[in-house]
């Protein structure tokens, strides 16, 4: 479903500060993967998501899409392909629109809208059936602005916008992170529920070790912008975190500190 092929992202590049970011990337997701992406400050992870959502272009390497080649094509273009959920709860909202505002607008992404703005009956009663489907009571605040929400109402807030129109693939950039361990937990609960729900091909950059090897099909372990470890079904079950530090210590020589992985495990 997603192919990247030898990507080489680096930035600042002919500068003292150039960082290699990417080295030779290569990777293929399958329609309906769930991958978790694990990796310490500074492996890639985030970047690979950015490159595959088209903020920036890769130095080297390609990107398909349904066998079509995306790697030219800018972010506002492959958006609605994608749906997107960041660390920051409040990135992907419009603070001072409501609740129902914005999963209007949501919902008419990427179709033809005419010069009509309100919400419809239509529209509010289906936004009101899939709020409920969250838990939060937010079914009963439709008209509240989304800036009075807390945290985690917002984060599944932009969890059900961006899984709305069912994107061909979900990237979920640490969005329990700024989220207090009672809240994360609700948060992952509806990332379940949504992407089982529509069989969504998803991949989520996490550092919680324990969350990446219960949730997903699949796991990926990135180190010094490579993919250091791939696996997959009955491997990627018998897992533990023990595994992983050790597979850690293993690619960094013995030298792996990374305080916020080490406390999310």
Do not use: C, W
């Not at 409501?98 to 209007?104: G, H, K, M, Y």
């Not at 998803?202 to 796991?219: E, P, Q, S, W």
Request: net charge neutral; glycine share 8%.
């Amino acid at each position: 479903m997603l192919k990247l092929e030898n990507i080489v992202k680096i930035f600042n590049m002919g500068t003292i500060n150039e960082k290699k970011a990417l080295q030779g990337v290569s990777i293929t997701i399958e329609d309906g993967d769930f991958i978790t992406v694990i990796g310490g400050n500074g492996a890639g992870k985030s970047t690979m998501l950015n490159l595959i959502a088209g903020v920036f272009p890769p130095e080297e390497g390609k990107i398909y899409l349904d066998d079509k080649d995306v790697t030219a094509l800018s972010e506002y273009k492959r958006a609605k392909f994608l749906g997107r959920v960041f660390q920051d709860p409040m990135t992907g909202t419009a603070a001072n629109m409501q609740i129902q505002e914005n999963l209007a607008l949501a919902y008419r992404r990427g179709k033809i809208r005419g010069l009509q703005g309100a919400v419809s009956k239509k529209e509010k009663a289906m936004f009101k059936e899939q709020l409920a489907l969250l838990g939060l009571g937010l079914e009963d605040r439709m008209t509240t602005k989304v800036g009075l929400l807390s945290g985690g109402q917002r984060q599944a807030l932009t969890l059900l916008m961006a899984t709305f129109n069912r994107p061909e693939l979900l990237l979920l950039d640490e969005h329990t992170a700024a989220l207090d361990p009672k809240t994360a937990e609700k948060v992952l609960k509806v990332t379940e529920e949504l992407t089982a729900r529509d069989n969504l091909t998803t991949l989520m950059v996490t550092h919680n070790m324990k969350d990446a090897i219960r949730l997903g099909n699949r796991l990926i372990m990135m180190h010094a912008g490579r993919i250091i470890y791939d696996v997959r079904g009955e491997e990627k079950s018998k897992l533990t975190v023990a595994d992983l530090l050790a597979k850690f210590d293993e690619v960094s020589d013995g030298d792996f500190a990374n305080d916020r992985m080490l406390l999310a495990k």
